[in-house]
């Protein structure tokens, strides 16, 4: 990782189709926090998340993504989004879709110790296609943490696990932001007492 990522918002506003999602929404995430975005079903919360990774762009207000020496215009050389689609290749291994994310991403990780870290040592030369939602939200995460980027978005990086392997997320996020990483996700579940929250409606 890199240096620190800020992320600040201020008097945004998001329009999906005909109906305004958010408005006058401000927020600042610096360099070694964790923040929770959070909101009833629909309220806009994967939109603010899809915002602030360059996807999606505000109807109103000012989105800025800065630090680790670089300006906004490389903000996304900083993140790593994780949305619902994992992006993985089903009929790869878990160690040949991290492989093939470092050498894209142009990075020297180790897939072996990423993917022990979630706890996939075992399942490292499986292919992923076999592996069950919560299997491959871990090697998603494994990639995310691998790829060392400072700033993570994440959108519900619990779902589909079970309480152990909640507990290794969450264990991940914390020790990313207590590392100066900067964590923003999506999400229904609690993310720490540590955590700021933003909340949509």
Not at 47 to 55: D, F, K
Not at 151 to 174: K, N, S
């Amino acid at each position: 990782m890199t240096g620190g990522v800020q992320v600040t918002g201020e008097g945004l506003s998001c329009r999906r189709g005909d109906r305004l999602l958010f408005a006058g929404l401000s927020f600042s995430a610096p360099a070694g926090s964790l923040t929770a975005v959070t909101g009833p079903n629909g309220s806009g919360k994967t939109s603010l998340i899809r915002m602030i990774a360059g996807l999606l762009k505000p109807e109103a207000g000012t989105l800025r993504v800065s630090g680790a020496g670089a300006g906004d215009e490389a903000a996304a050389d900083l993140l790593h989004y994780l949305g619902h689609h994992d992006a993985l290749k089903s009929q790869m291994t878990a160690r040949e879709n991290l492989t093939f994310a470092a050498r894209w991403f142009g990075v020297s990780g180790d897939p072996g110790m990423a993917l022990e870290r979630l706890g996939l040592k075992r399942q490292a030369d499986l292919p992923v296609g076999y592996f069950s939602a919560g299997q491959r939200k871990r090697t998603a995460l494994a990639r995310c943490w691998m790829l060392g980027r400072p700033l993570w978005l994440l959108d519900e990086p619990t779902a589909a696990l079970d309480a152990d392997g909640r507990a290794l997320v969450l264990d991940l996020i914390a020790a990313h932001a207590a590392a100066g990483g900067t964590v923003i996700a999506a999400t229904h579940d609690p993310l720490g007492k540590d955590a700021a929250e933003i909340a949509v409606a």
